[in-house]
């Protein structure tokens, strides 16, 4: 009996000792097997690319809506688009007055870090990683710091000084204050140095909805316009469409279609609509934006772009005219499938015209200038015109081929220190100061490093 | 005063020359007061332990084979010892005296159990009695407003609706509240597992699993609160501990037990609403007062639809009769060593609402134990299965409010959509199926090693899995949003084992007494779940085969693993049964928090003083029988939050041409750990005049911090937020008091009275940085977690009847964040209930007012304003011409005129702030006891005939809201009224 009740208390005891010493191992979870741990994702190339492409995905409209955020709101800003049935927001936009509150100006900001922040965690998780070749690796990265210098370009043209973050982790990324233009742009120009020296001439699978080579230039050539760097802005544009693959223009009709011959880099969308197209067009017969009678009246008589890229309709007895680059949506999907559209070849050709022009290379800064105007439809201008003048004719092509694609007229106008004059014309209540987004007010918040825009 | 004990006379006679072998002892067991026979009273031999219980008669039979000692004990009765000699062939009457002290009686406790009178925390008991008088569906439904310090909610009244539980307050901002709740020592996951998939929540919101439990299955459920009770739960008492306890096989001769009733279910109030012309004139009203002509776009109500033609959409929608009907059966006995019980139960109600509705449910629990004949070795088994299905339609509610002359039709019979695009006859052909399965096993074997030495394990295993199908057919969808008919099927499923071995230590040593408890519990959650959306269906009559479907909207599945690992003690130590001291440690790991960061460490220590044992205060007050003074002290914990917070990772998204792409989940963070909740509480107990009034003071001090949130981050981290321990502090404090008196006790008529009433008090007493956080709208620091925040509305201008509000930052404009200011607080300020029943010979009336008094938010009175929402009948109150003098606008509709801006701010301002008590009828109980002689002679037992009405009548501050308890203002299908008749036959 005696012995029994040893036994069975010999026995009790290793049974909770093992409870209190293995404790540690037991509360050990098993991983989600909805979702992979990033190491793993990272060991892997099929994982990596997939991890690649979500970042993609964020600028279309199938998962996130960055094209959302610039078409519309920098048309606003500027003199392309005024609002019919819009939000209190959207007049923000549209007065030039945004409050610091501004939920869509938080929601820019936010989108286009959140695509940094999984750029950073790709490079960061390949860098760390040994297992995957060495082609993928430098594919992967080429391509994530391409989309990380389109943020940052955006960020900055749209902000001024904007936090450089360059590191997933968030002990290095929460305190970071804004960082001077010029050093976010000397990070852009590296990312795409590094982009187009990397990336192959080819697309993968032949689709034009990733970056190659020519992605990299195109987005540079943009980059040296706006710093002003027209040798090296010519040399880049010269590079992309002496490649071959983007010419002859196409037809405006084919343009914005899937795979376009046109196209440098589109978003693929999924359902074969995208933002422009699903919101530009009018929702129970009335358009939420219509087109400023300025930039109608900016079109020449027969422009083939102002025939197919805009539409009209008769919203409560005014005749309403609205982009109409992209025709399908989530009602119209019968036509062939559209992608958003983010470079593209003819806004090369107006990038080395200008940058030409301000090489006194009139005649060929005409030249391209013709290419364009031709695809449209109308008269070649002459060339021999002043620099001043063949400047001038840049800018209003580029009005007329570009308007609402990702705030090209609103970024135009600063650069060419012609906003104050051209927006105070049409829009009384315009300051100076309004040339620079506020920085959202939630992000001073969480960031005590971060300073606001004058003006706000 | 001495508990006065009447030693009744004892009948022990006679020896007669018998030829019965093996002799038996037969006997009844009445009530000295009543001479009413006692059933379930536990009789046996002292030495043999040999033993069985009596029946309805309170008769019971023995074999008796020496002179020995018999012992009668009774929860509700002193315990009596006779001797008994065999051989007796007279029936032997043992008359026991009723135990009023509910001091005396057992509590079930964390693992273990105690009697009120030596119990260190703070615990409150429900009865099987309680719950049996309420004809519901939910067993929290039926705890609601029983017990201090618990604050339920409903907030769907519907089948399967889930309710909201706070005991003592909310100490969380933004990780869960809800408490732990454990059946027969397994903990049972309350969060409904359907939450936060917007698919499968469309038609009846979460599911609240707690439906699952058959109440007329549970026995008791005892409410932990204090630290000291909660403390051996650890981590998981912080929100406070609900044990629900199952029924047990009785030894005894095998009873069988039927039980039935039926009744009717419907909504007890409605909404004063307008009628046709009210409504009308009001609408033209506003066009005439914003000077503008209506046309059939901004006044189809006045232009496009018949405005001779009203229907009350409140009780089209509201007003339907459902029908409940409910069997319970069980069988139970066995010998003094082995018990078992069988038990099925099945439910059937339809609903309230339009269409042929139901909800059924059917489940068996079952119970078997085993004491080995030398009484150390014991095994006990318990399980419990149910099924249940519903069938609801989507959210119907908001339909009541239609304006009385609104068609879904049009006039060619066709559904109408073009104003407004939603249409109640297209959402009644829309199905939600909802099917729960719950298992819930548990298996306990214990070992007496040595005197006061005992091993004990217990292992459970539960399984919870809902299944769900949703089905949009294309004629339910408006056909200009181009959406394509669609079936959901989704199935989740949870899965916990737990096992918990422990070792248990008594001692008595004069006047010492000490009691310890060593144990280790290890869990583990397996969360399950898939959801598969099949679209454009071309054929709809095979909306439930997947392969139907002509596309795959989205096929998605979920898994989440949650470990668990505890070890904990208490030593209790007693001495001459005045002192009483109670410590409790636990040091929990949870899978929730990252590596380093799992481990917490729990305890409280409890006193009590039961003074009452005192000489001297025995002298002085001897009108208090009973005196107890308790307090305790400790630290509890939380963990309701997400798992895997502490990992990166990456899960599939939307596909990028035609390649699943991976997107990163959150960002990280590896270092948070346990909230804490810091809990003090002192109480007095006493019972006065032979414990005829019983009375128990409660107060609670409970701070919580370490708060797991979302901690907001600037979006550059590439997220807005991740989860943190915030360094705010919420404070809990509150006074609770329950007094039982039995009012009037004579042979054959009782009457006794219970009231709670508890006064509770929450306040947010830090947050860092709270104005610059994205909690600055929520909560401001002084104020409850319950803070309401809006404009101050002023009143209405008398010569414009323009709603004027105060303008704080004196911009000259009224605008949102800066002119809010604290309005009030949501919240209960004072609740509780009083019950009081009547006993008269077999009948029994019950009667249960429950009451809260209140303050919250209420429908906004904006008369005309709206053509597709019908007012209550307040904005007839409105402003109509200079000099009136009124709360109410005036009527206004269109956007850009003078009073329209003003009076859509209207609804989030304090004019929409108000009281909100209200008093409750809640429960009506009244039954009849067949006289046992009766029954005798038709060979049954028992035989009761019943009647139950639940939410009879509410007296409210206002009849604006269709229930005062949800204080939302959008409003939900309220708790309905239930009438019910039933019988119940013991064989």
């Known amino acids: 009996m005696r012995i029994r009740k040893y036994i069975i208390l010999l026995l009790s005891l290793p049974c909770l000792w093992l409870f209190f010493t293995g404790c540690k191992k037991m509360v050990e979870a098993d991983p989600p097997k909805d979702q992979l741990t990033a190491d793993k994702v990272f060991s892997d190339s099929s994982s990596t690319i997939a991890a690649l492409l979500h970042i993609y995905t964020k600028f279309g409209l199938s998962s996130g809506t960055i094209e959302g955020y610039f078409a519309p709101y920098p048309s606003l800003y500027a003199d392309e688009l005024r609002p019919l049935n819009s939000s209190p927001d959207d007049v923000e936009y549209y007065t030039n007055g945004i409050t610091i509150n501004n939920s869509i100006n938080a929601a820019t900001w936010q989108s286009l870090y959140a695509v940094i922040y999984e750029c950073n965690a790709l490079i960061n998780g390949i860098d760390n990683n040994g297992v995957l070749s060495a082609t993928l690796k430098s594919q992967c990265i080429g391509e994530a710091k391409f989309l990380r210098a389109y943020c940052y370009f955006l960020l900055v043209n749209c902000y001024g000084d904007v936090p450089l973050v360059l590191s997933p982790d968030i002990n290095e990324t929460v305190n970071v204050p804004r960082t001077a233009v010029a050093d976010v742009y000397a990070q852009i120009g590296q990312d795409l140095f590094e982009a187009e020296n990397d990336l192959p001439e080819a697309y993968p699978a032949g689709i034009k909805v990733r970056a190659n080579k020519w992605a990299a230039s195109a987005l540079l050539a943009k980059v040296y316009l706006y710093l002003e760097d027209w040798e090296s802005a010519e040399a880049e544009a010269t590079k992309v469409i002496g490649s071959g693959i983007y010419t002859p223009l196409e037809a405006p009709s084919a343009v914005f279609l899937a795979n376009s011959k046109e196209t440098i880099l589109q978003f693929s969308e999924n359902y074969g609509f995208t933002w422009s197209g699903n919101y530009f067009q009018p929702f129970f017969g009335s358009p939420t934006y219509a087109l400023t009678t300025g930039l109608l009246s900016a079109f020449e008589i027969g422009d083939l772009r102002k025939q197919h890229w805009i539409d009209s309709v008769d919203n409560y007895g005014e005749m309403v005219y609205y982009p109409a680059k992209y025709k399908n949506s989530g009602f119209i999907t019968a036509n062939a499938g559209e992608y958003t559209m983010c470079l593209r070849v003819a806004e090369q050709y107006l990038v080395r015209a200008e940058a030409r022009a301000h090489q006194d290379k009139i005649s060929d800064a005409v030249s391209d200038i013709n290419v364009i105007r031709s695809r449209a439809g109308t008269a070649p201008v002459a060339d021999n015109v002043s620099a001043d003048l063949c400047l001038q004719l840049c800018q209003n092509e580029r009005r007329r081929e570009l308007f609402t694609e990702w705030g090209n007229r609103f970024f135009d106008l600063k650069r060419t220190g012609t906003i104050d004059q051209v927006l105070s014309a049409v829009k009384p209540s315009w300051q100076s100061s309004a040339a620079l987004y506020p920085i959202p007010q939630t992000e001073i918040n969480y960031n005590s490093q971060l300073t606001q825009n004058p003006g706000y | 005063m001495k508990i006065k004990i009447c030693i009744a006379a004892l009948l022990l006679l006679c020896l007669e020359a018998s030829a019965q072998v093996p002799p038996v002892l037969k006997g009844k067991v009445i009530n000295a007061a009543t001479h009413e026979p006692v059933a379930d009273a536990a009789v046996f031999i002292e030495t043999t332990k040999q033993g069985t219980s009596t029946d309805a008669e309170g008769l019971f039979k023995l074999t008796l084979t020496a002179p020995d000692t018999l012992v009668v004990s009774h929860i509700n009765f002193i315990t009596r010892r006779i001797a008994v000699y065999p051989l007796t062939t007279k029936e032997l009457i043992v008359e026991v005296e009723e135990n009023s002290r509910q001091q005396d009686e057992v509590v079930v406790i964390g693992y273990g159990t105690t009697t009120r009178r030596f119990n260190t925390g703070s615990v409150s008991k429900i009865s099987k009695e309680i719950i049996a008088q309420q004809p519901v569906s939910n067993v929290l439904s039926a705890i609601q407003g029983r017990a201090p310090g618990v604050f339920v909610s409903t907030e769907n009244g519907l089948p399967g609706g889930n309710l909201k539980v706070e005991i003592r307050g909310k100490n969380s901002l933004s990780a869960g509240n809800n408490p732990l709740y454990i059946v027969d020592g397994v903990p049972f996951a309350s969060t409904p597992l359907n939450q936060g998939k917007t698919d499968l929540t469309y038609a009846n919101g979460p599911v609240s699993p707690l439906n699952s439990i058959n109440p007329a299955d549970i026995e008791s459920i005892e409410v932990l609160k204090d630290a000291d009770a909660t403390a051996i739960y650890g981590s998981r008492g912080a929100n406070s501990v609900v044990l629900i306890t199952t029924k047990k096989g009785k030894a005894g001769s095998t009873t069988a037990t039927i039980n039935l009733y039926q009744g009717n279910s419907q909504v007890a109030h409605y909404i004063p609403l307008l009628d046709l012309q009210q409504y009308l004139m009001l609408r033209r009203e506003a066009f005439s007062n914003d000077g503008v002509t209506p046309a059939a776009w901004n006044a189809p109500d006045l232009l496009v639809w018949d405005t001779t033609k009203s229907t009350d959409w409140q009780r089209y929608i509201l007003g339907g009769k459902a029908s409940v009907s409910d069997v319970q059966a069980s069988v139970s006995g066995g010998s003094q060593h082995t018990r078992f019980l069988i038990s099925g139960n099945y439910r059937h109600e339809t609903s309230i609402l339009p269409g042929d509705q139901y909800y059924r449910r059917a489940g068996t629990h079952f119970t078997i134990d085993h004491t080995s004949e030398n009484n150390r070795f014991n095994i006990s088994l318990s399980s419990s299965y149910t099924k249940d299905k519903n069938v609801l339609p989507p959210a119907m509610y908001g339909y009541a409010l239609l304006p009385p002359n609104y068609s879904p039709y049009k006039a060619n019979g066709s559904l109408d959509w073009t104003y407004p695009a939603i249409n109640p006859a297209a959402t009644l052909m829309q199905e939600t199926k909802s099917e729960t399965e719950t298992l819930l096993t548990n298996l306990i074997a214990g070992y007496r090693i040595a005197t006061g030495l005992s091993v004990k394990i217990s292992a459970g295993y539960t399984r919870t899995q809902l299944s769900q199908f949703i089905k949009k057919p294309a004629q339910s969808l408006n056909p200009m949003l181009g959406q394509p008919n669609s079936a959901v099927f989704g199935n989740n499923a949870l899965t916990s084992y737990i096992a918990e071995p422990q070792l248990n230590y008594h001692k008595d040593a004069g006047k010492h007494s000490i009691e310890a408890l060593g144990g280790a519990s290890w869990q583990q959650s397996i969360n399950n779940g898939s959801s598969i959306k099949g679209i454009k269906y071309s054929n709809e009559q095979l909306f439930e085969s997947l392969s139907a479907a002509g596309d795959i909207a989205y096929a998605q599945n979920n898994f989440t693993d949650y470990r668990y690992v505890s070890a904990f003690a208490r030593v209790n130590y007693r001495y001459a049964n005045r002192y009483v001291v109670n410590a409790s440690w636990r040091r929990d790991g949870s899978s929730r928090f990252g590596p380093d960061k799992q481990f917490g460490n729990f305890g409280a220590v409890g006193a009590a003083w039961i003074f009452s044992e005192e000489r001297f205060f025995h ?345 005062p308890e949800m204080l939302s203002t959008s409003g939900n299908i309220p708790a309905l009224r239930t009438i019910a008749a039933g019988l119940q036959i013991t064989f």
């Open chain 2, 619 to 963: 002298e002085r007050f001897s009108f208090i029988n009973y005196g107890k003074l308790r307090g305790s002290f400790g630290v509890t914990g939380n963990d309701q939050i997400g798992d895997y917070q502490y990992l990166t990772t990456y899960a599939p998204a939307a596909a990028y041409s035609g390649v699943t792409t991976f997107y990163p989940v959150r960002l990280a963070n590896p270092d948070y750990s346990w909230e804490k909740t810091n809990k003090l509480e002192a109480a007095l107990e006493l019972g006065m005049f032979n414990s005829r009034a019983q009375l128990t003071v409660d107060y609670y001090h409970n701070k919580s911090d370490n708060q797991l949130l979302q901690y907001p981050l600037p979006s550059q981290t590439g997220f807005t937020s991740y989860q943190y321990n915030l360094p705010a502090t919420v404070q809990n404090t509150g006074w609770e008091f329950a007094l039982q008196t039995v009012n009037i006790k004579q042979k054959f008529f009782k009457w006794t009275t219970d009231i709670n009433i508890t006064i509770p008090r929450n306040k947010l007493v830090a947050f860092p940085d709270l104005a610059t956080s994205s909690f600055a709208n929520s909560y401001v620091v002084g104020q409850s977690l319950y803070v309401v925040k809006g404009y101050h509305f002023t009143g209405v201008d008398t010569q414009s009847g323009i709603p004027q509000y105060e303008d704080v930052n004196k911009d000259g404009a009224i605008s949102f964040p800066d002119d809010y200011v604290v309005i009030g607080n949501q919240v209960a300020t004072l609740y509780g209930g009083m019950n009081n029943t009547l006993d008269y010979k077999g009948f029994s009336l019950s009667l249960f007012i429950q009451f809260v008094q209140q303050s919250g938010l209420m429908p906004a009175s904006l008369p005309g304003f709206q053509y597709f929402v019908n007012s209550n009948t307040t904005v007839l109150d409105r402003w109509q011409q200079p000099g009136d003098v009124t709360t109410v606008p005036k009527a206004t509709t269109t956007y850009g005129s003078d009073a329209f801006a003003a009076v859509s701010q209207l609804p989030s301002s304090s004019a929409v702030y108000g009281n909100a008590n209200y008093l409750r009828f809640k429960t009506i109980s009244l039954s009849y006891n067949l006289p046992a002689t009766w029954m005798q002679r038709i060979k049954m037992q028992g035989c009761r005939l019943y009647m139950l009405a639940q939410n009879v009548f509410t007296i409210s501050s206002s009849d604006t809201r269709i229930d």
